[in-house]
């Protein structure tokens, strides 16, 4: 069945660094992938989105690339800052038309550290 | 704020009581999705509505679950005689039919039972 898997966490790291949060899937056809955040106490938020292979996903500083030959949407963000700290999901929806579920991977914390 | 809103925001009772939580999507959203979460891990799909009609259900939910949609707008999720395995966070997200896949996620119905 679809799924997803993301790099365990948490991660630690200093304001300004680079960050790299892995995401892999497994699903058959031409899924959507997501990537959602979630702040302390809060629900999760969209934070940004591909829906096909080769398609970018970008805002505020993050982005993640749909590479289909890698089955891989991995996060990025070129300088973290204090207000990153989260816990970040990636997650799939597939095409089907009976697909209506979001499958998500275990979530990714996130600190940054003045 | 026109948020998906979901009430109570926390809830705490003892084992073997019902409990019921209330969804209130987006208005003109007509999608409408629970998801179950603890700690430590990614939303888990519980059931799915496309107005009143409930279309998926995850055998996560047992037979101690009920969810309703019976306007095609608010949803309920009842929960009967309750357990200690039903304590974690009840996840509500809506999302248009016509907008692609983007589901919108309500803050979260925090339960713990004693």
């Known amino acids: 069945g679809d799924s997803v898997t993301q790099m365990e966490g948490p991660v630690t790291l200093s304001e300004e660094a680079f960050l790299t949060i892995n995401c892999t899937y497994t699903?058959?056809?031409?899924?959507?992938l997501f990537w959602y955040v979630q702040y302390p106490g809060e629900g999760l938020q969209l934070l940004l989105k591909?829906?096909?292979?080769?398609d970018k996903g970008s805002n505020k500083g993050f982005e993640a690339t749909y590479r289909k030959e890698t089955t891989s949407f991995h996060l990025e963000k070129g300088s973290v800052q204090v207000s990153d700290s989260a816990v970040y999901f990636c997650a799939l929806k597939n095409r089907s038309p009976n697909g209506n579920q979001f499958y998500f991977g275990t979530g990714t914390s996130l600190t940054v550290i003045p | 704020d026109t948020g998906v809103s979901q009430d109570p925001r926390h809830k705490i009772t003892k084992r073997g009581q019902n409990v019921t939580f209330r969804c209130d999507p987006i208005?003109?959203?007509?999608?409408l999705y629970w998801y179950r979460q603890t700690l430590g891990q990614g939303p888990e799909f519980l059931t799915y509505f496309q107005n009143e009609a409930q279309l998926e259900k995850s055998r996560l939910l047992s037979d101690r679950f009920s969810a309703e949609r019976p306007k095609g707008s608010f949803s309920t999720l009842e929960i009967q005689r309750t357990e200690q395995g039903d304590s974690a966070m009840y996840l509500c997200?809506?999302?248009?039919?016509?907008?692609?896949?983007?589901?919108?996620f309500g803050e979260g119905s925090w339960l713990t039972v004693v």
């Open positions: 208005s003109e959203h007509n999608r």
């Open positions: 997200a809506s999302s248009p039919a016509e907008a692609g896949n983007t589901i919108y």
């Open positions: 591909a829906t096909k292979a080769d």
């Open positions: 699903a058959t056809g031409y899924p959507s």
